[in-house]
């Protein structure tokens, strides 16, 4: 599998105390996504601007010449091919390979260490990117912790194949379901394909899964107006265990920044608790049960 990175004591990927694995490449492009190094499903270096020196050893070494560093911080051409020669010579391991390439074997005994931390109730995570873009690996890594007793989650966009969806099942003691916008072309304007997938996915989820909670990402100027709320609520009616409406943060501006891209939502306000409140009541009132919301709010004046 290629992953991006393992992440323990997750309090916020599936019931209890969790161990998530992220791993790269996502059909999406949403354009407020949080994770924006997952997207490509490529290798790459990323560049820890506080850890660095500047003693330019990764400089002097790259094969391709392909690496600069200036007051805005570290350049490494696009065509970089992840040699990875520069980050065995940071002396400061200020540079990172995201993307590397583990058995699920390894991965397997990477996790399972962590297991005297998950208690009852949590367990291990399989999140992205999009994690059901590796499913014949997902759904191995999988069964290998439903034969050790280990609780398993699977967080997806819903944006995959029927037989992606069909390969998890078995394994997954519950999914996490990310609905985003009711209209489709909404949709496409903000993720870049319109909904009809992961709608029909849905439906058939409901239909097979063990457990499924639905996650509706609350984003100024996108998915925060009462119509989607209303919309998203006519799908989920009472039929899953929760629906959570993650609101708005702007904890990855770091992210986008070490990676040299514009993100539209820097100067984006963190949603209000009245407002978090108020969609929490338009989607009960719309039909909707078992609705939460999560998060950072903005502190009321
Ligand atoms: S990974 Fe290789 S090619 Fe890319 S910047 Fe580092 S040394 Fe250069
Ligand atoms: S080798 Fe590491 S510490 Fe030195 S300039 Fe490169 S990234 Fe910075």
Redesign the pocket.
């Known amino acids: 599998m290629r992953i991006l990175n393992i992440q323990r004591m997750s309090t916020e990927d599936g019931p209890g105390l969790r161990t998530t694995l992220f791993v790269k490449g996502c059909p999406l492009a949403c354009a407020w996504c949080h994770n924006p190094e997952s997207i490509d499903p490529k290798s790459h270096?990323e560049w820890i601007g506080i850890r660095c020196i500047g003693c330019q050893s990764?400089i002097d070494?790259?094969?391709?010449h392909?690496?600069t560093l200036d007051e805005e911080g570290m350049h490494?051409i696009p065509e970089?091919?992840?040699?990875?020669?520069?980050?065995k010579e940071c002396p400061t391991e200020a540079?990172e390979m995201k993307g590397l390439e583990r058995s699920v074997d390894e991965l397997f005994n990477e996790l399972i260490k962590d297991r005297s931390f998950w208690g009852e109730e949590g367990g291990i995570t399989l999140s992205g990117g999009e994690i059901l873009m590796q499913y014949r690996e997902a759904a191995e890594l999988l069964a290998k912790f439903k034969e050790a007793g280990v609780h398993t989650a699977v967080d997806t966009s819903g944006f995959c194949s029927r037989e992606a969806l069909d390969a998890v099942i078995p394994y997954a003691d519950i999914f996490l379901y990310d609905l985003k916008l009711f209209d489709s072309e909404e949709h496409k304007k903000f993720t870049g394909q319109n909904n009809k997938i992961i709608i029909d996915n849905f439906e058939y989820l409901l239909t097979k899964a063990k457990r499924i909670w639905v996650r509706t990402p609350i984003i100024p100027g996108a998915t925060d107006t009462d119509e989607n709320i209303r919309g998203i609520a006519s799908i989920v009616r009472d039929r899953v265990e929760k629906w959570e409406l993650c609101a708005f943060n702007n904890l990855c501006k770091d992210k986008y920044e070490r990676l040299h891209l514009v993100w539209d939502y820097e100067k984006s306000s963190l949603m209000t608790k009245d407002r978090m409140n108020e969609l929490v009541d338009i989607a009960k009132a719309a039909g909707a049960e078992n609705v939460v919301w999560s998060g950072m709010s903005k502190r009321e004046e």
């Not at 070494?61 to 391709?64: D, G, M, N, R, T």
């Not at 970089?80 to 980050?87: S, Y």
């Open positions: 270096v990764c070494i790259c094969p391709k392909g690496m490494i970089c091919p992840a040699c990875g020669t520069c980050v540079l």
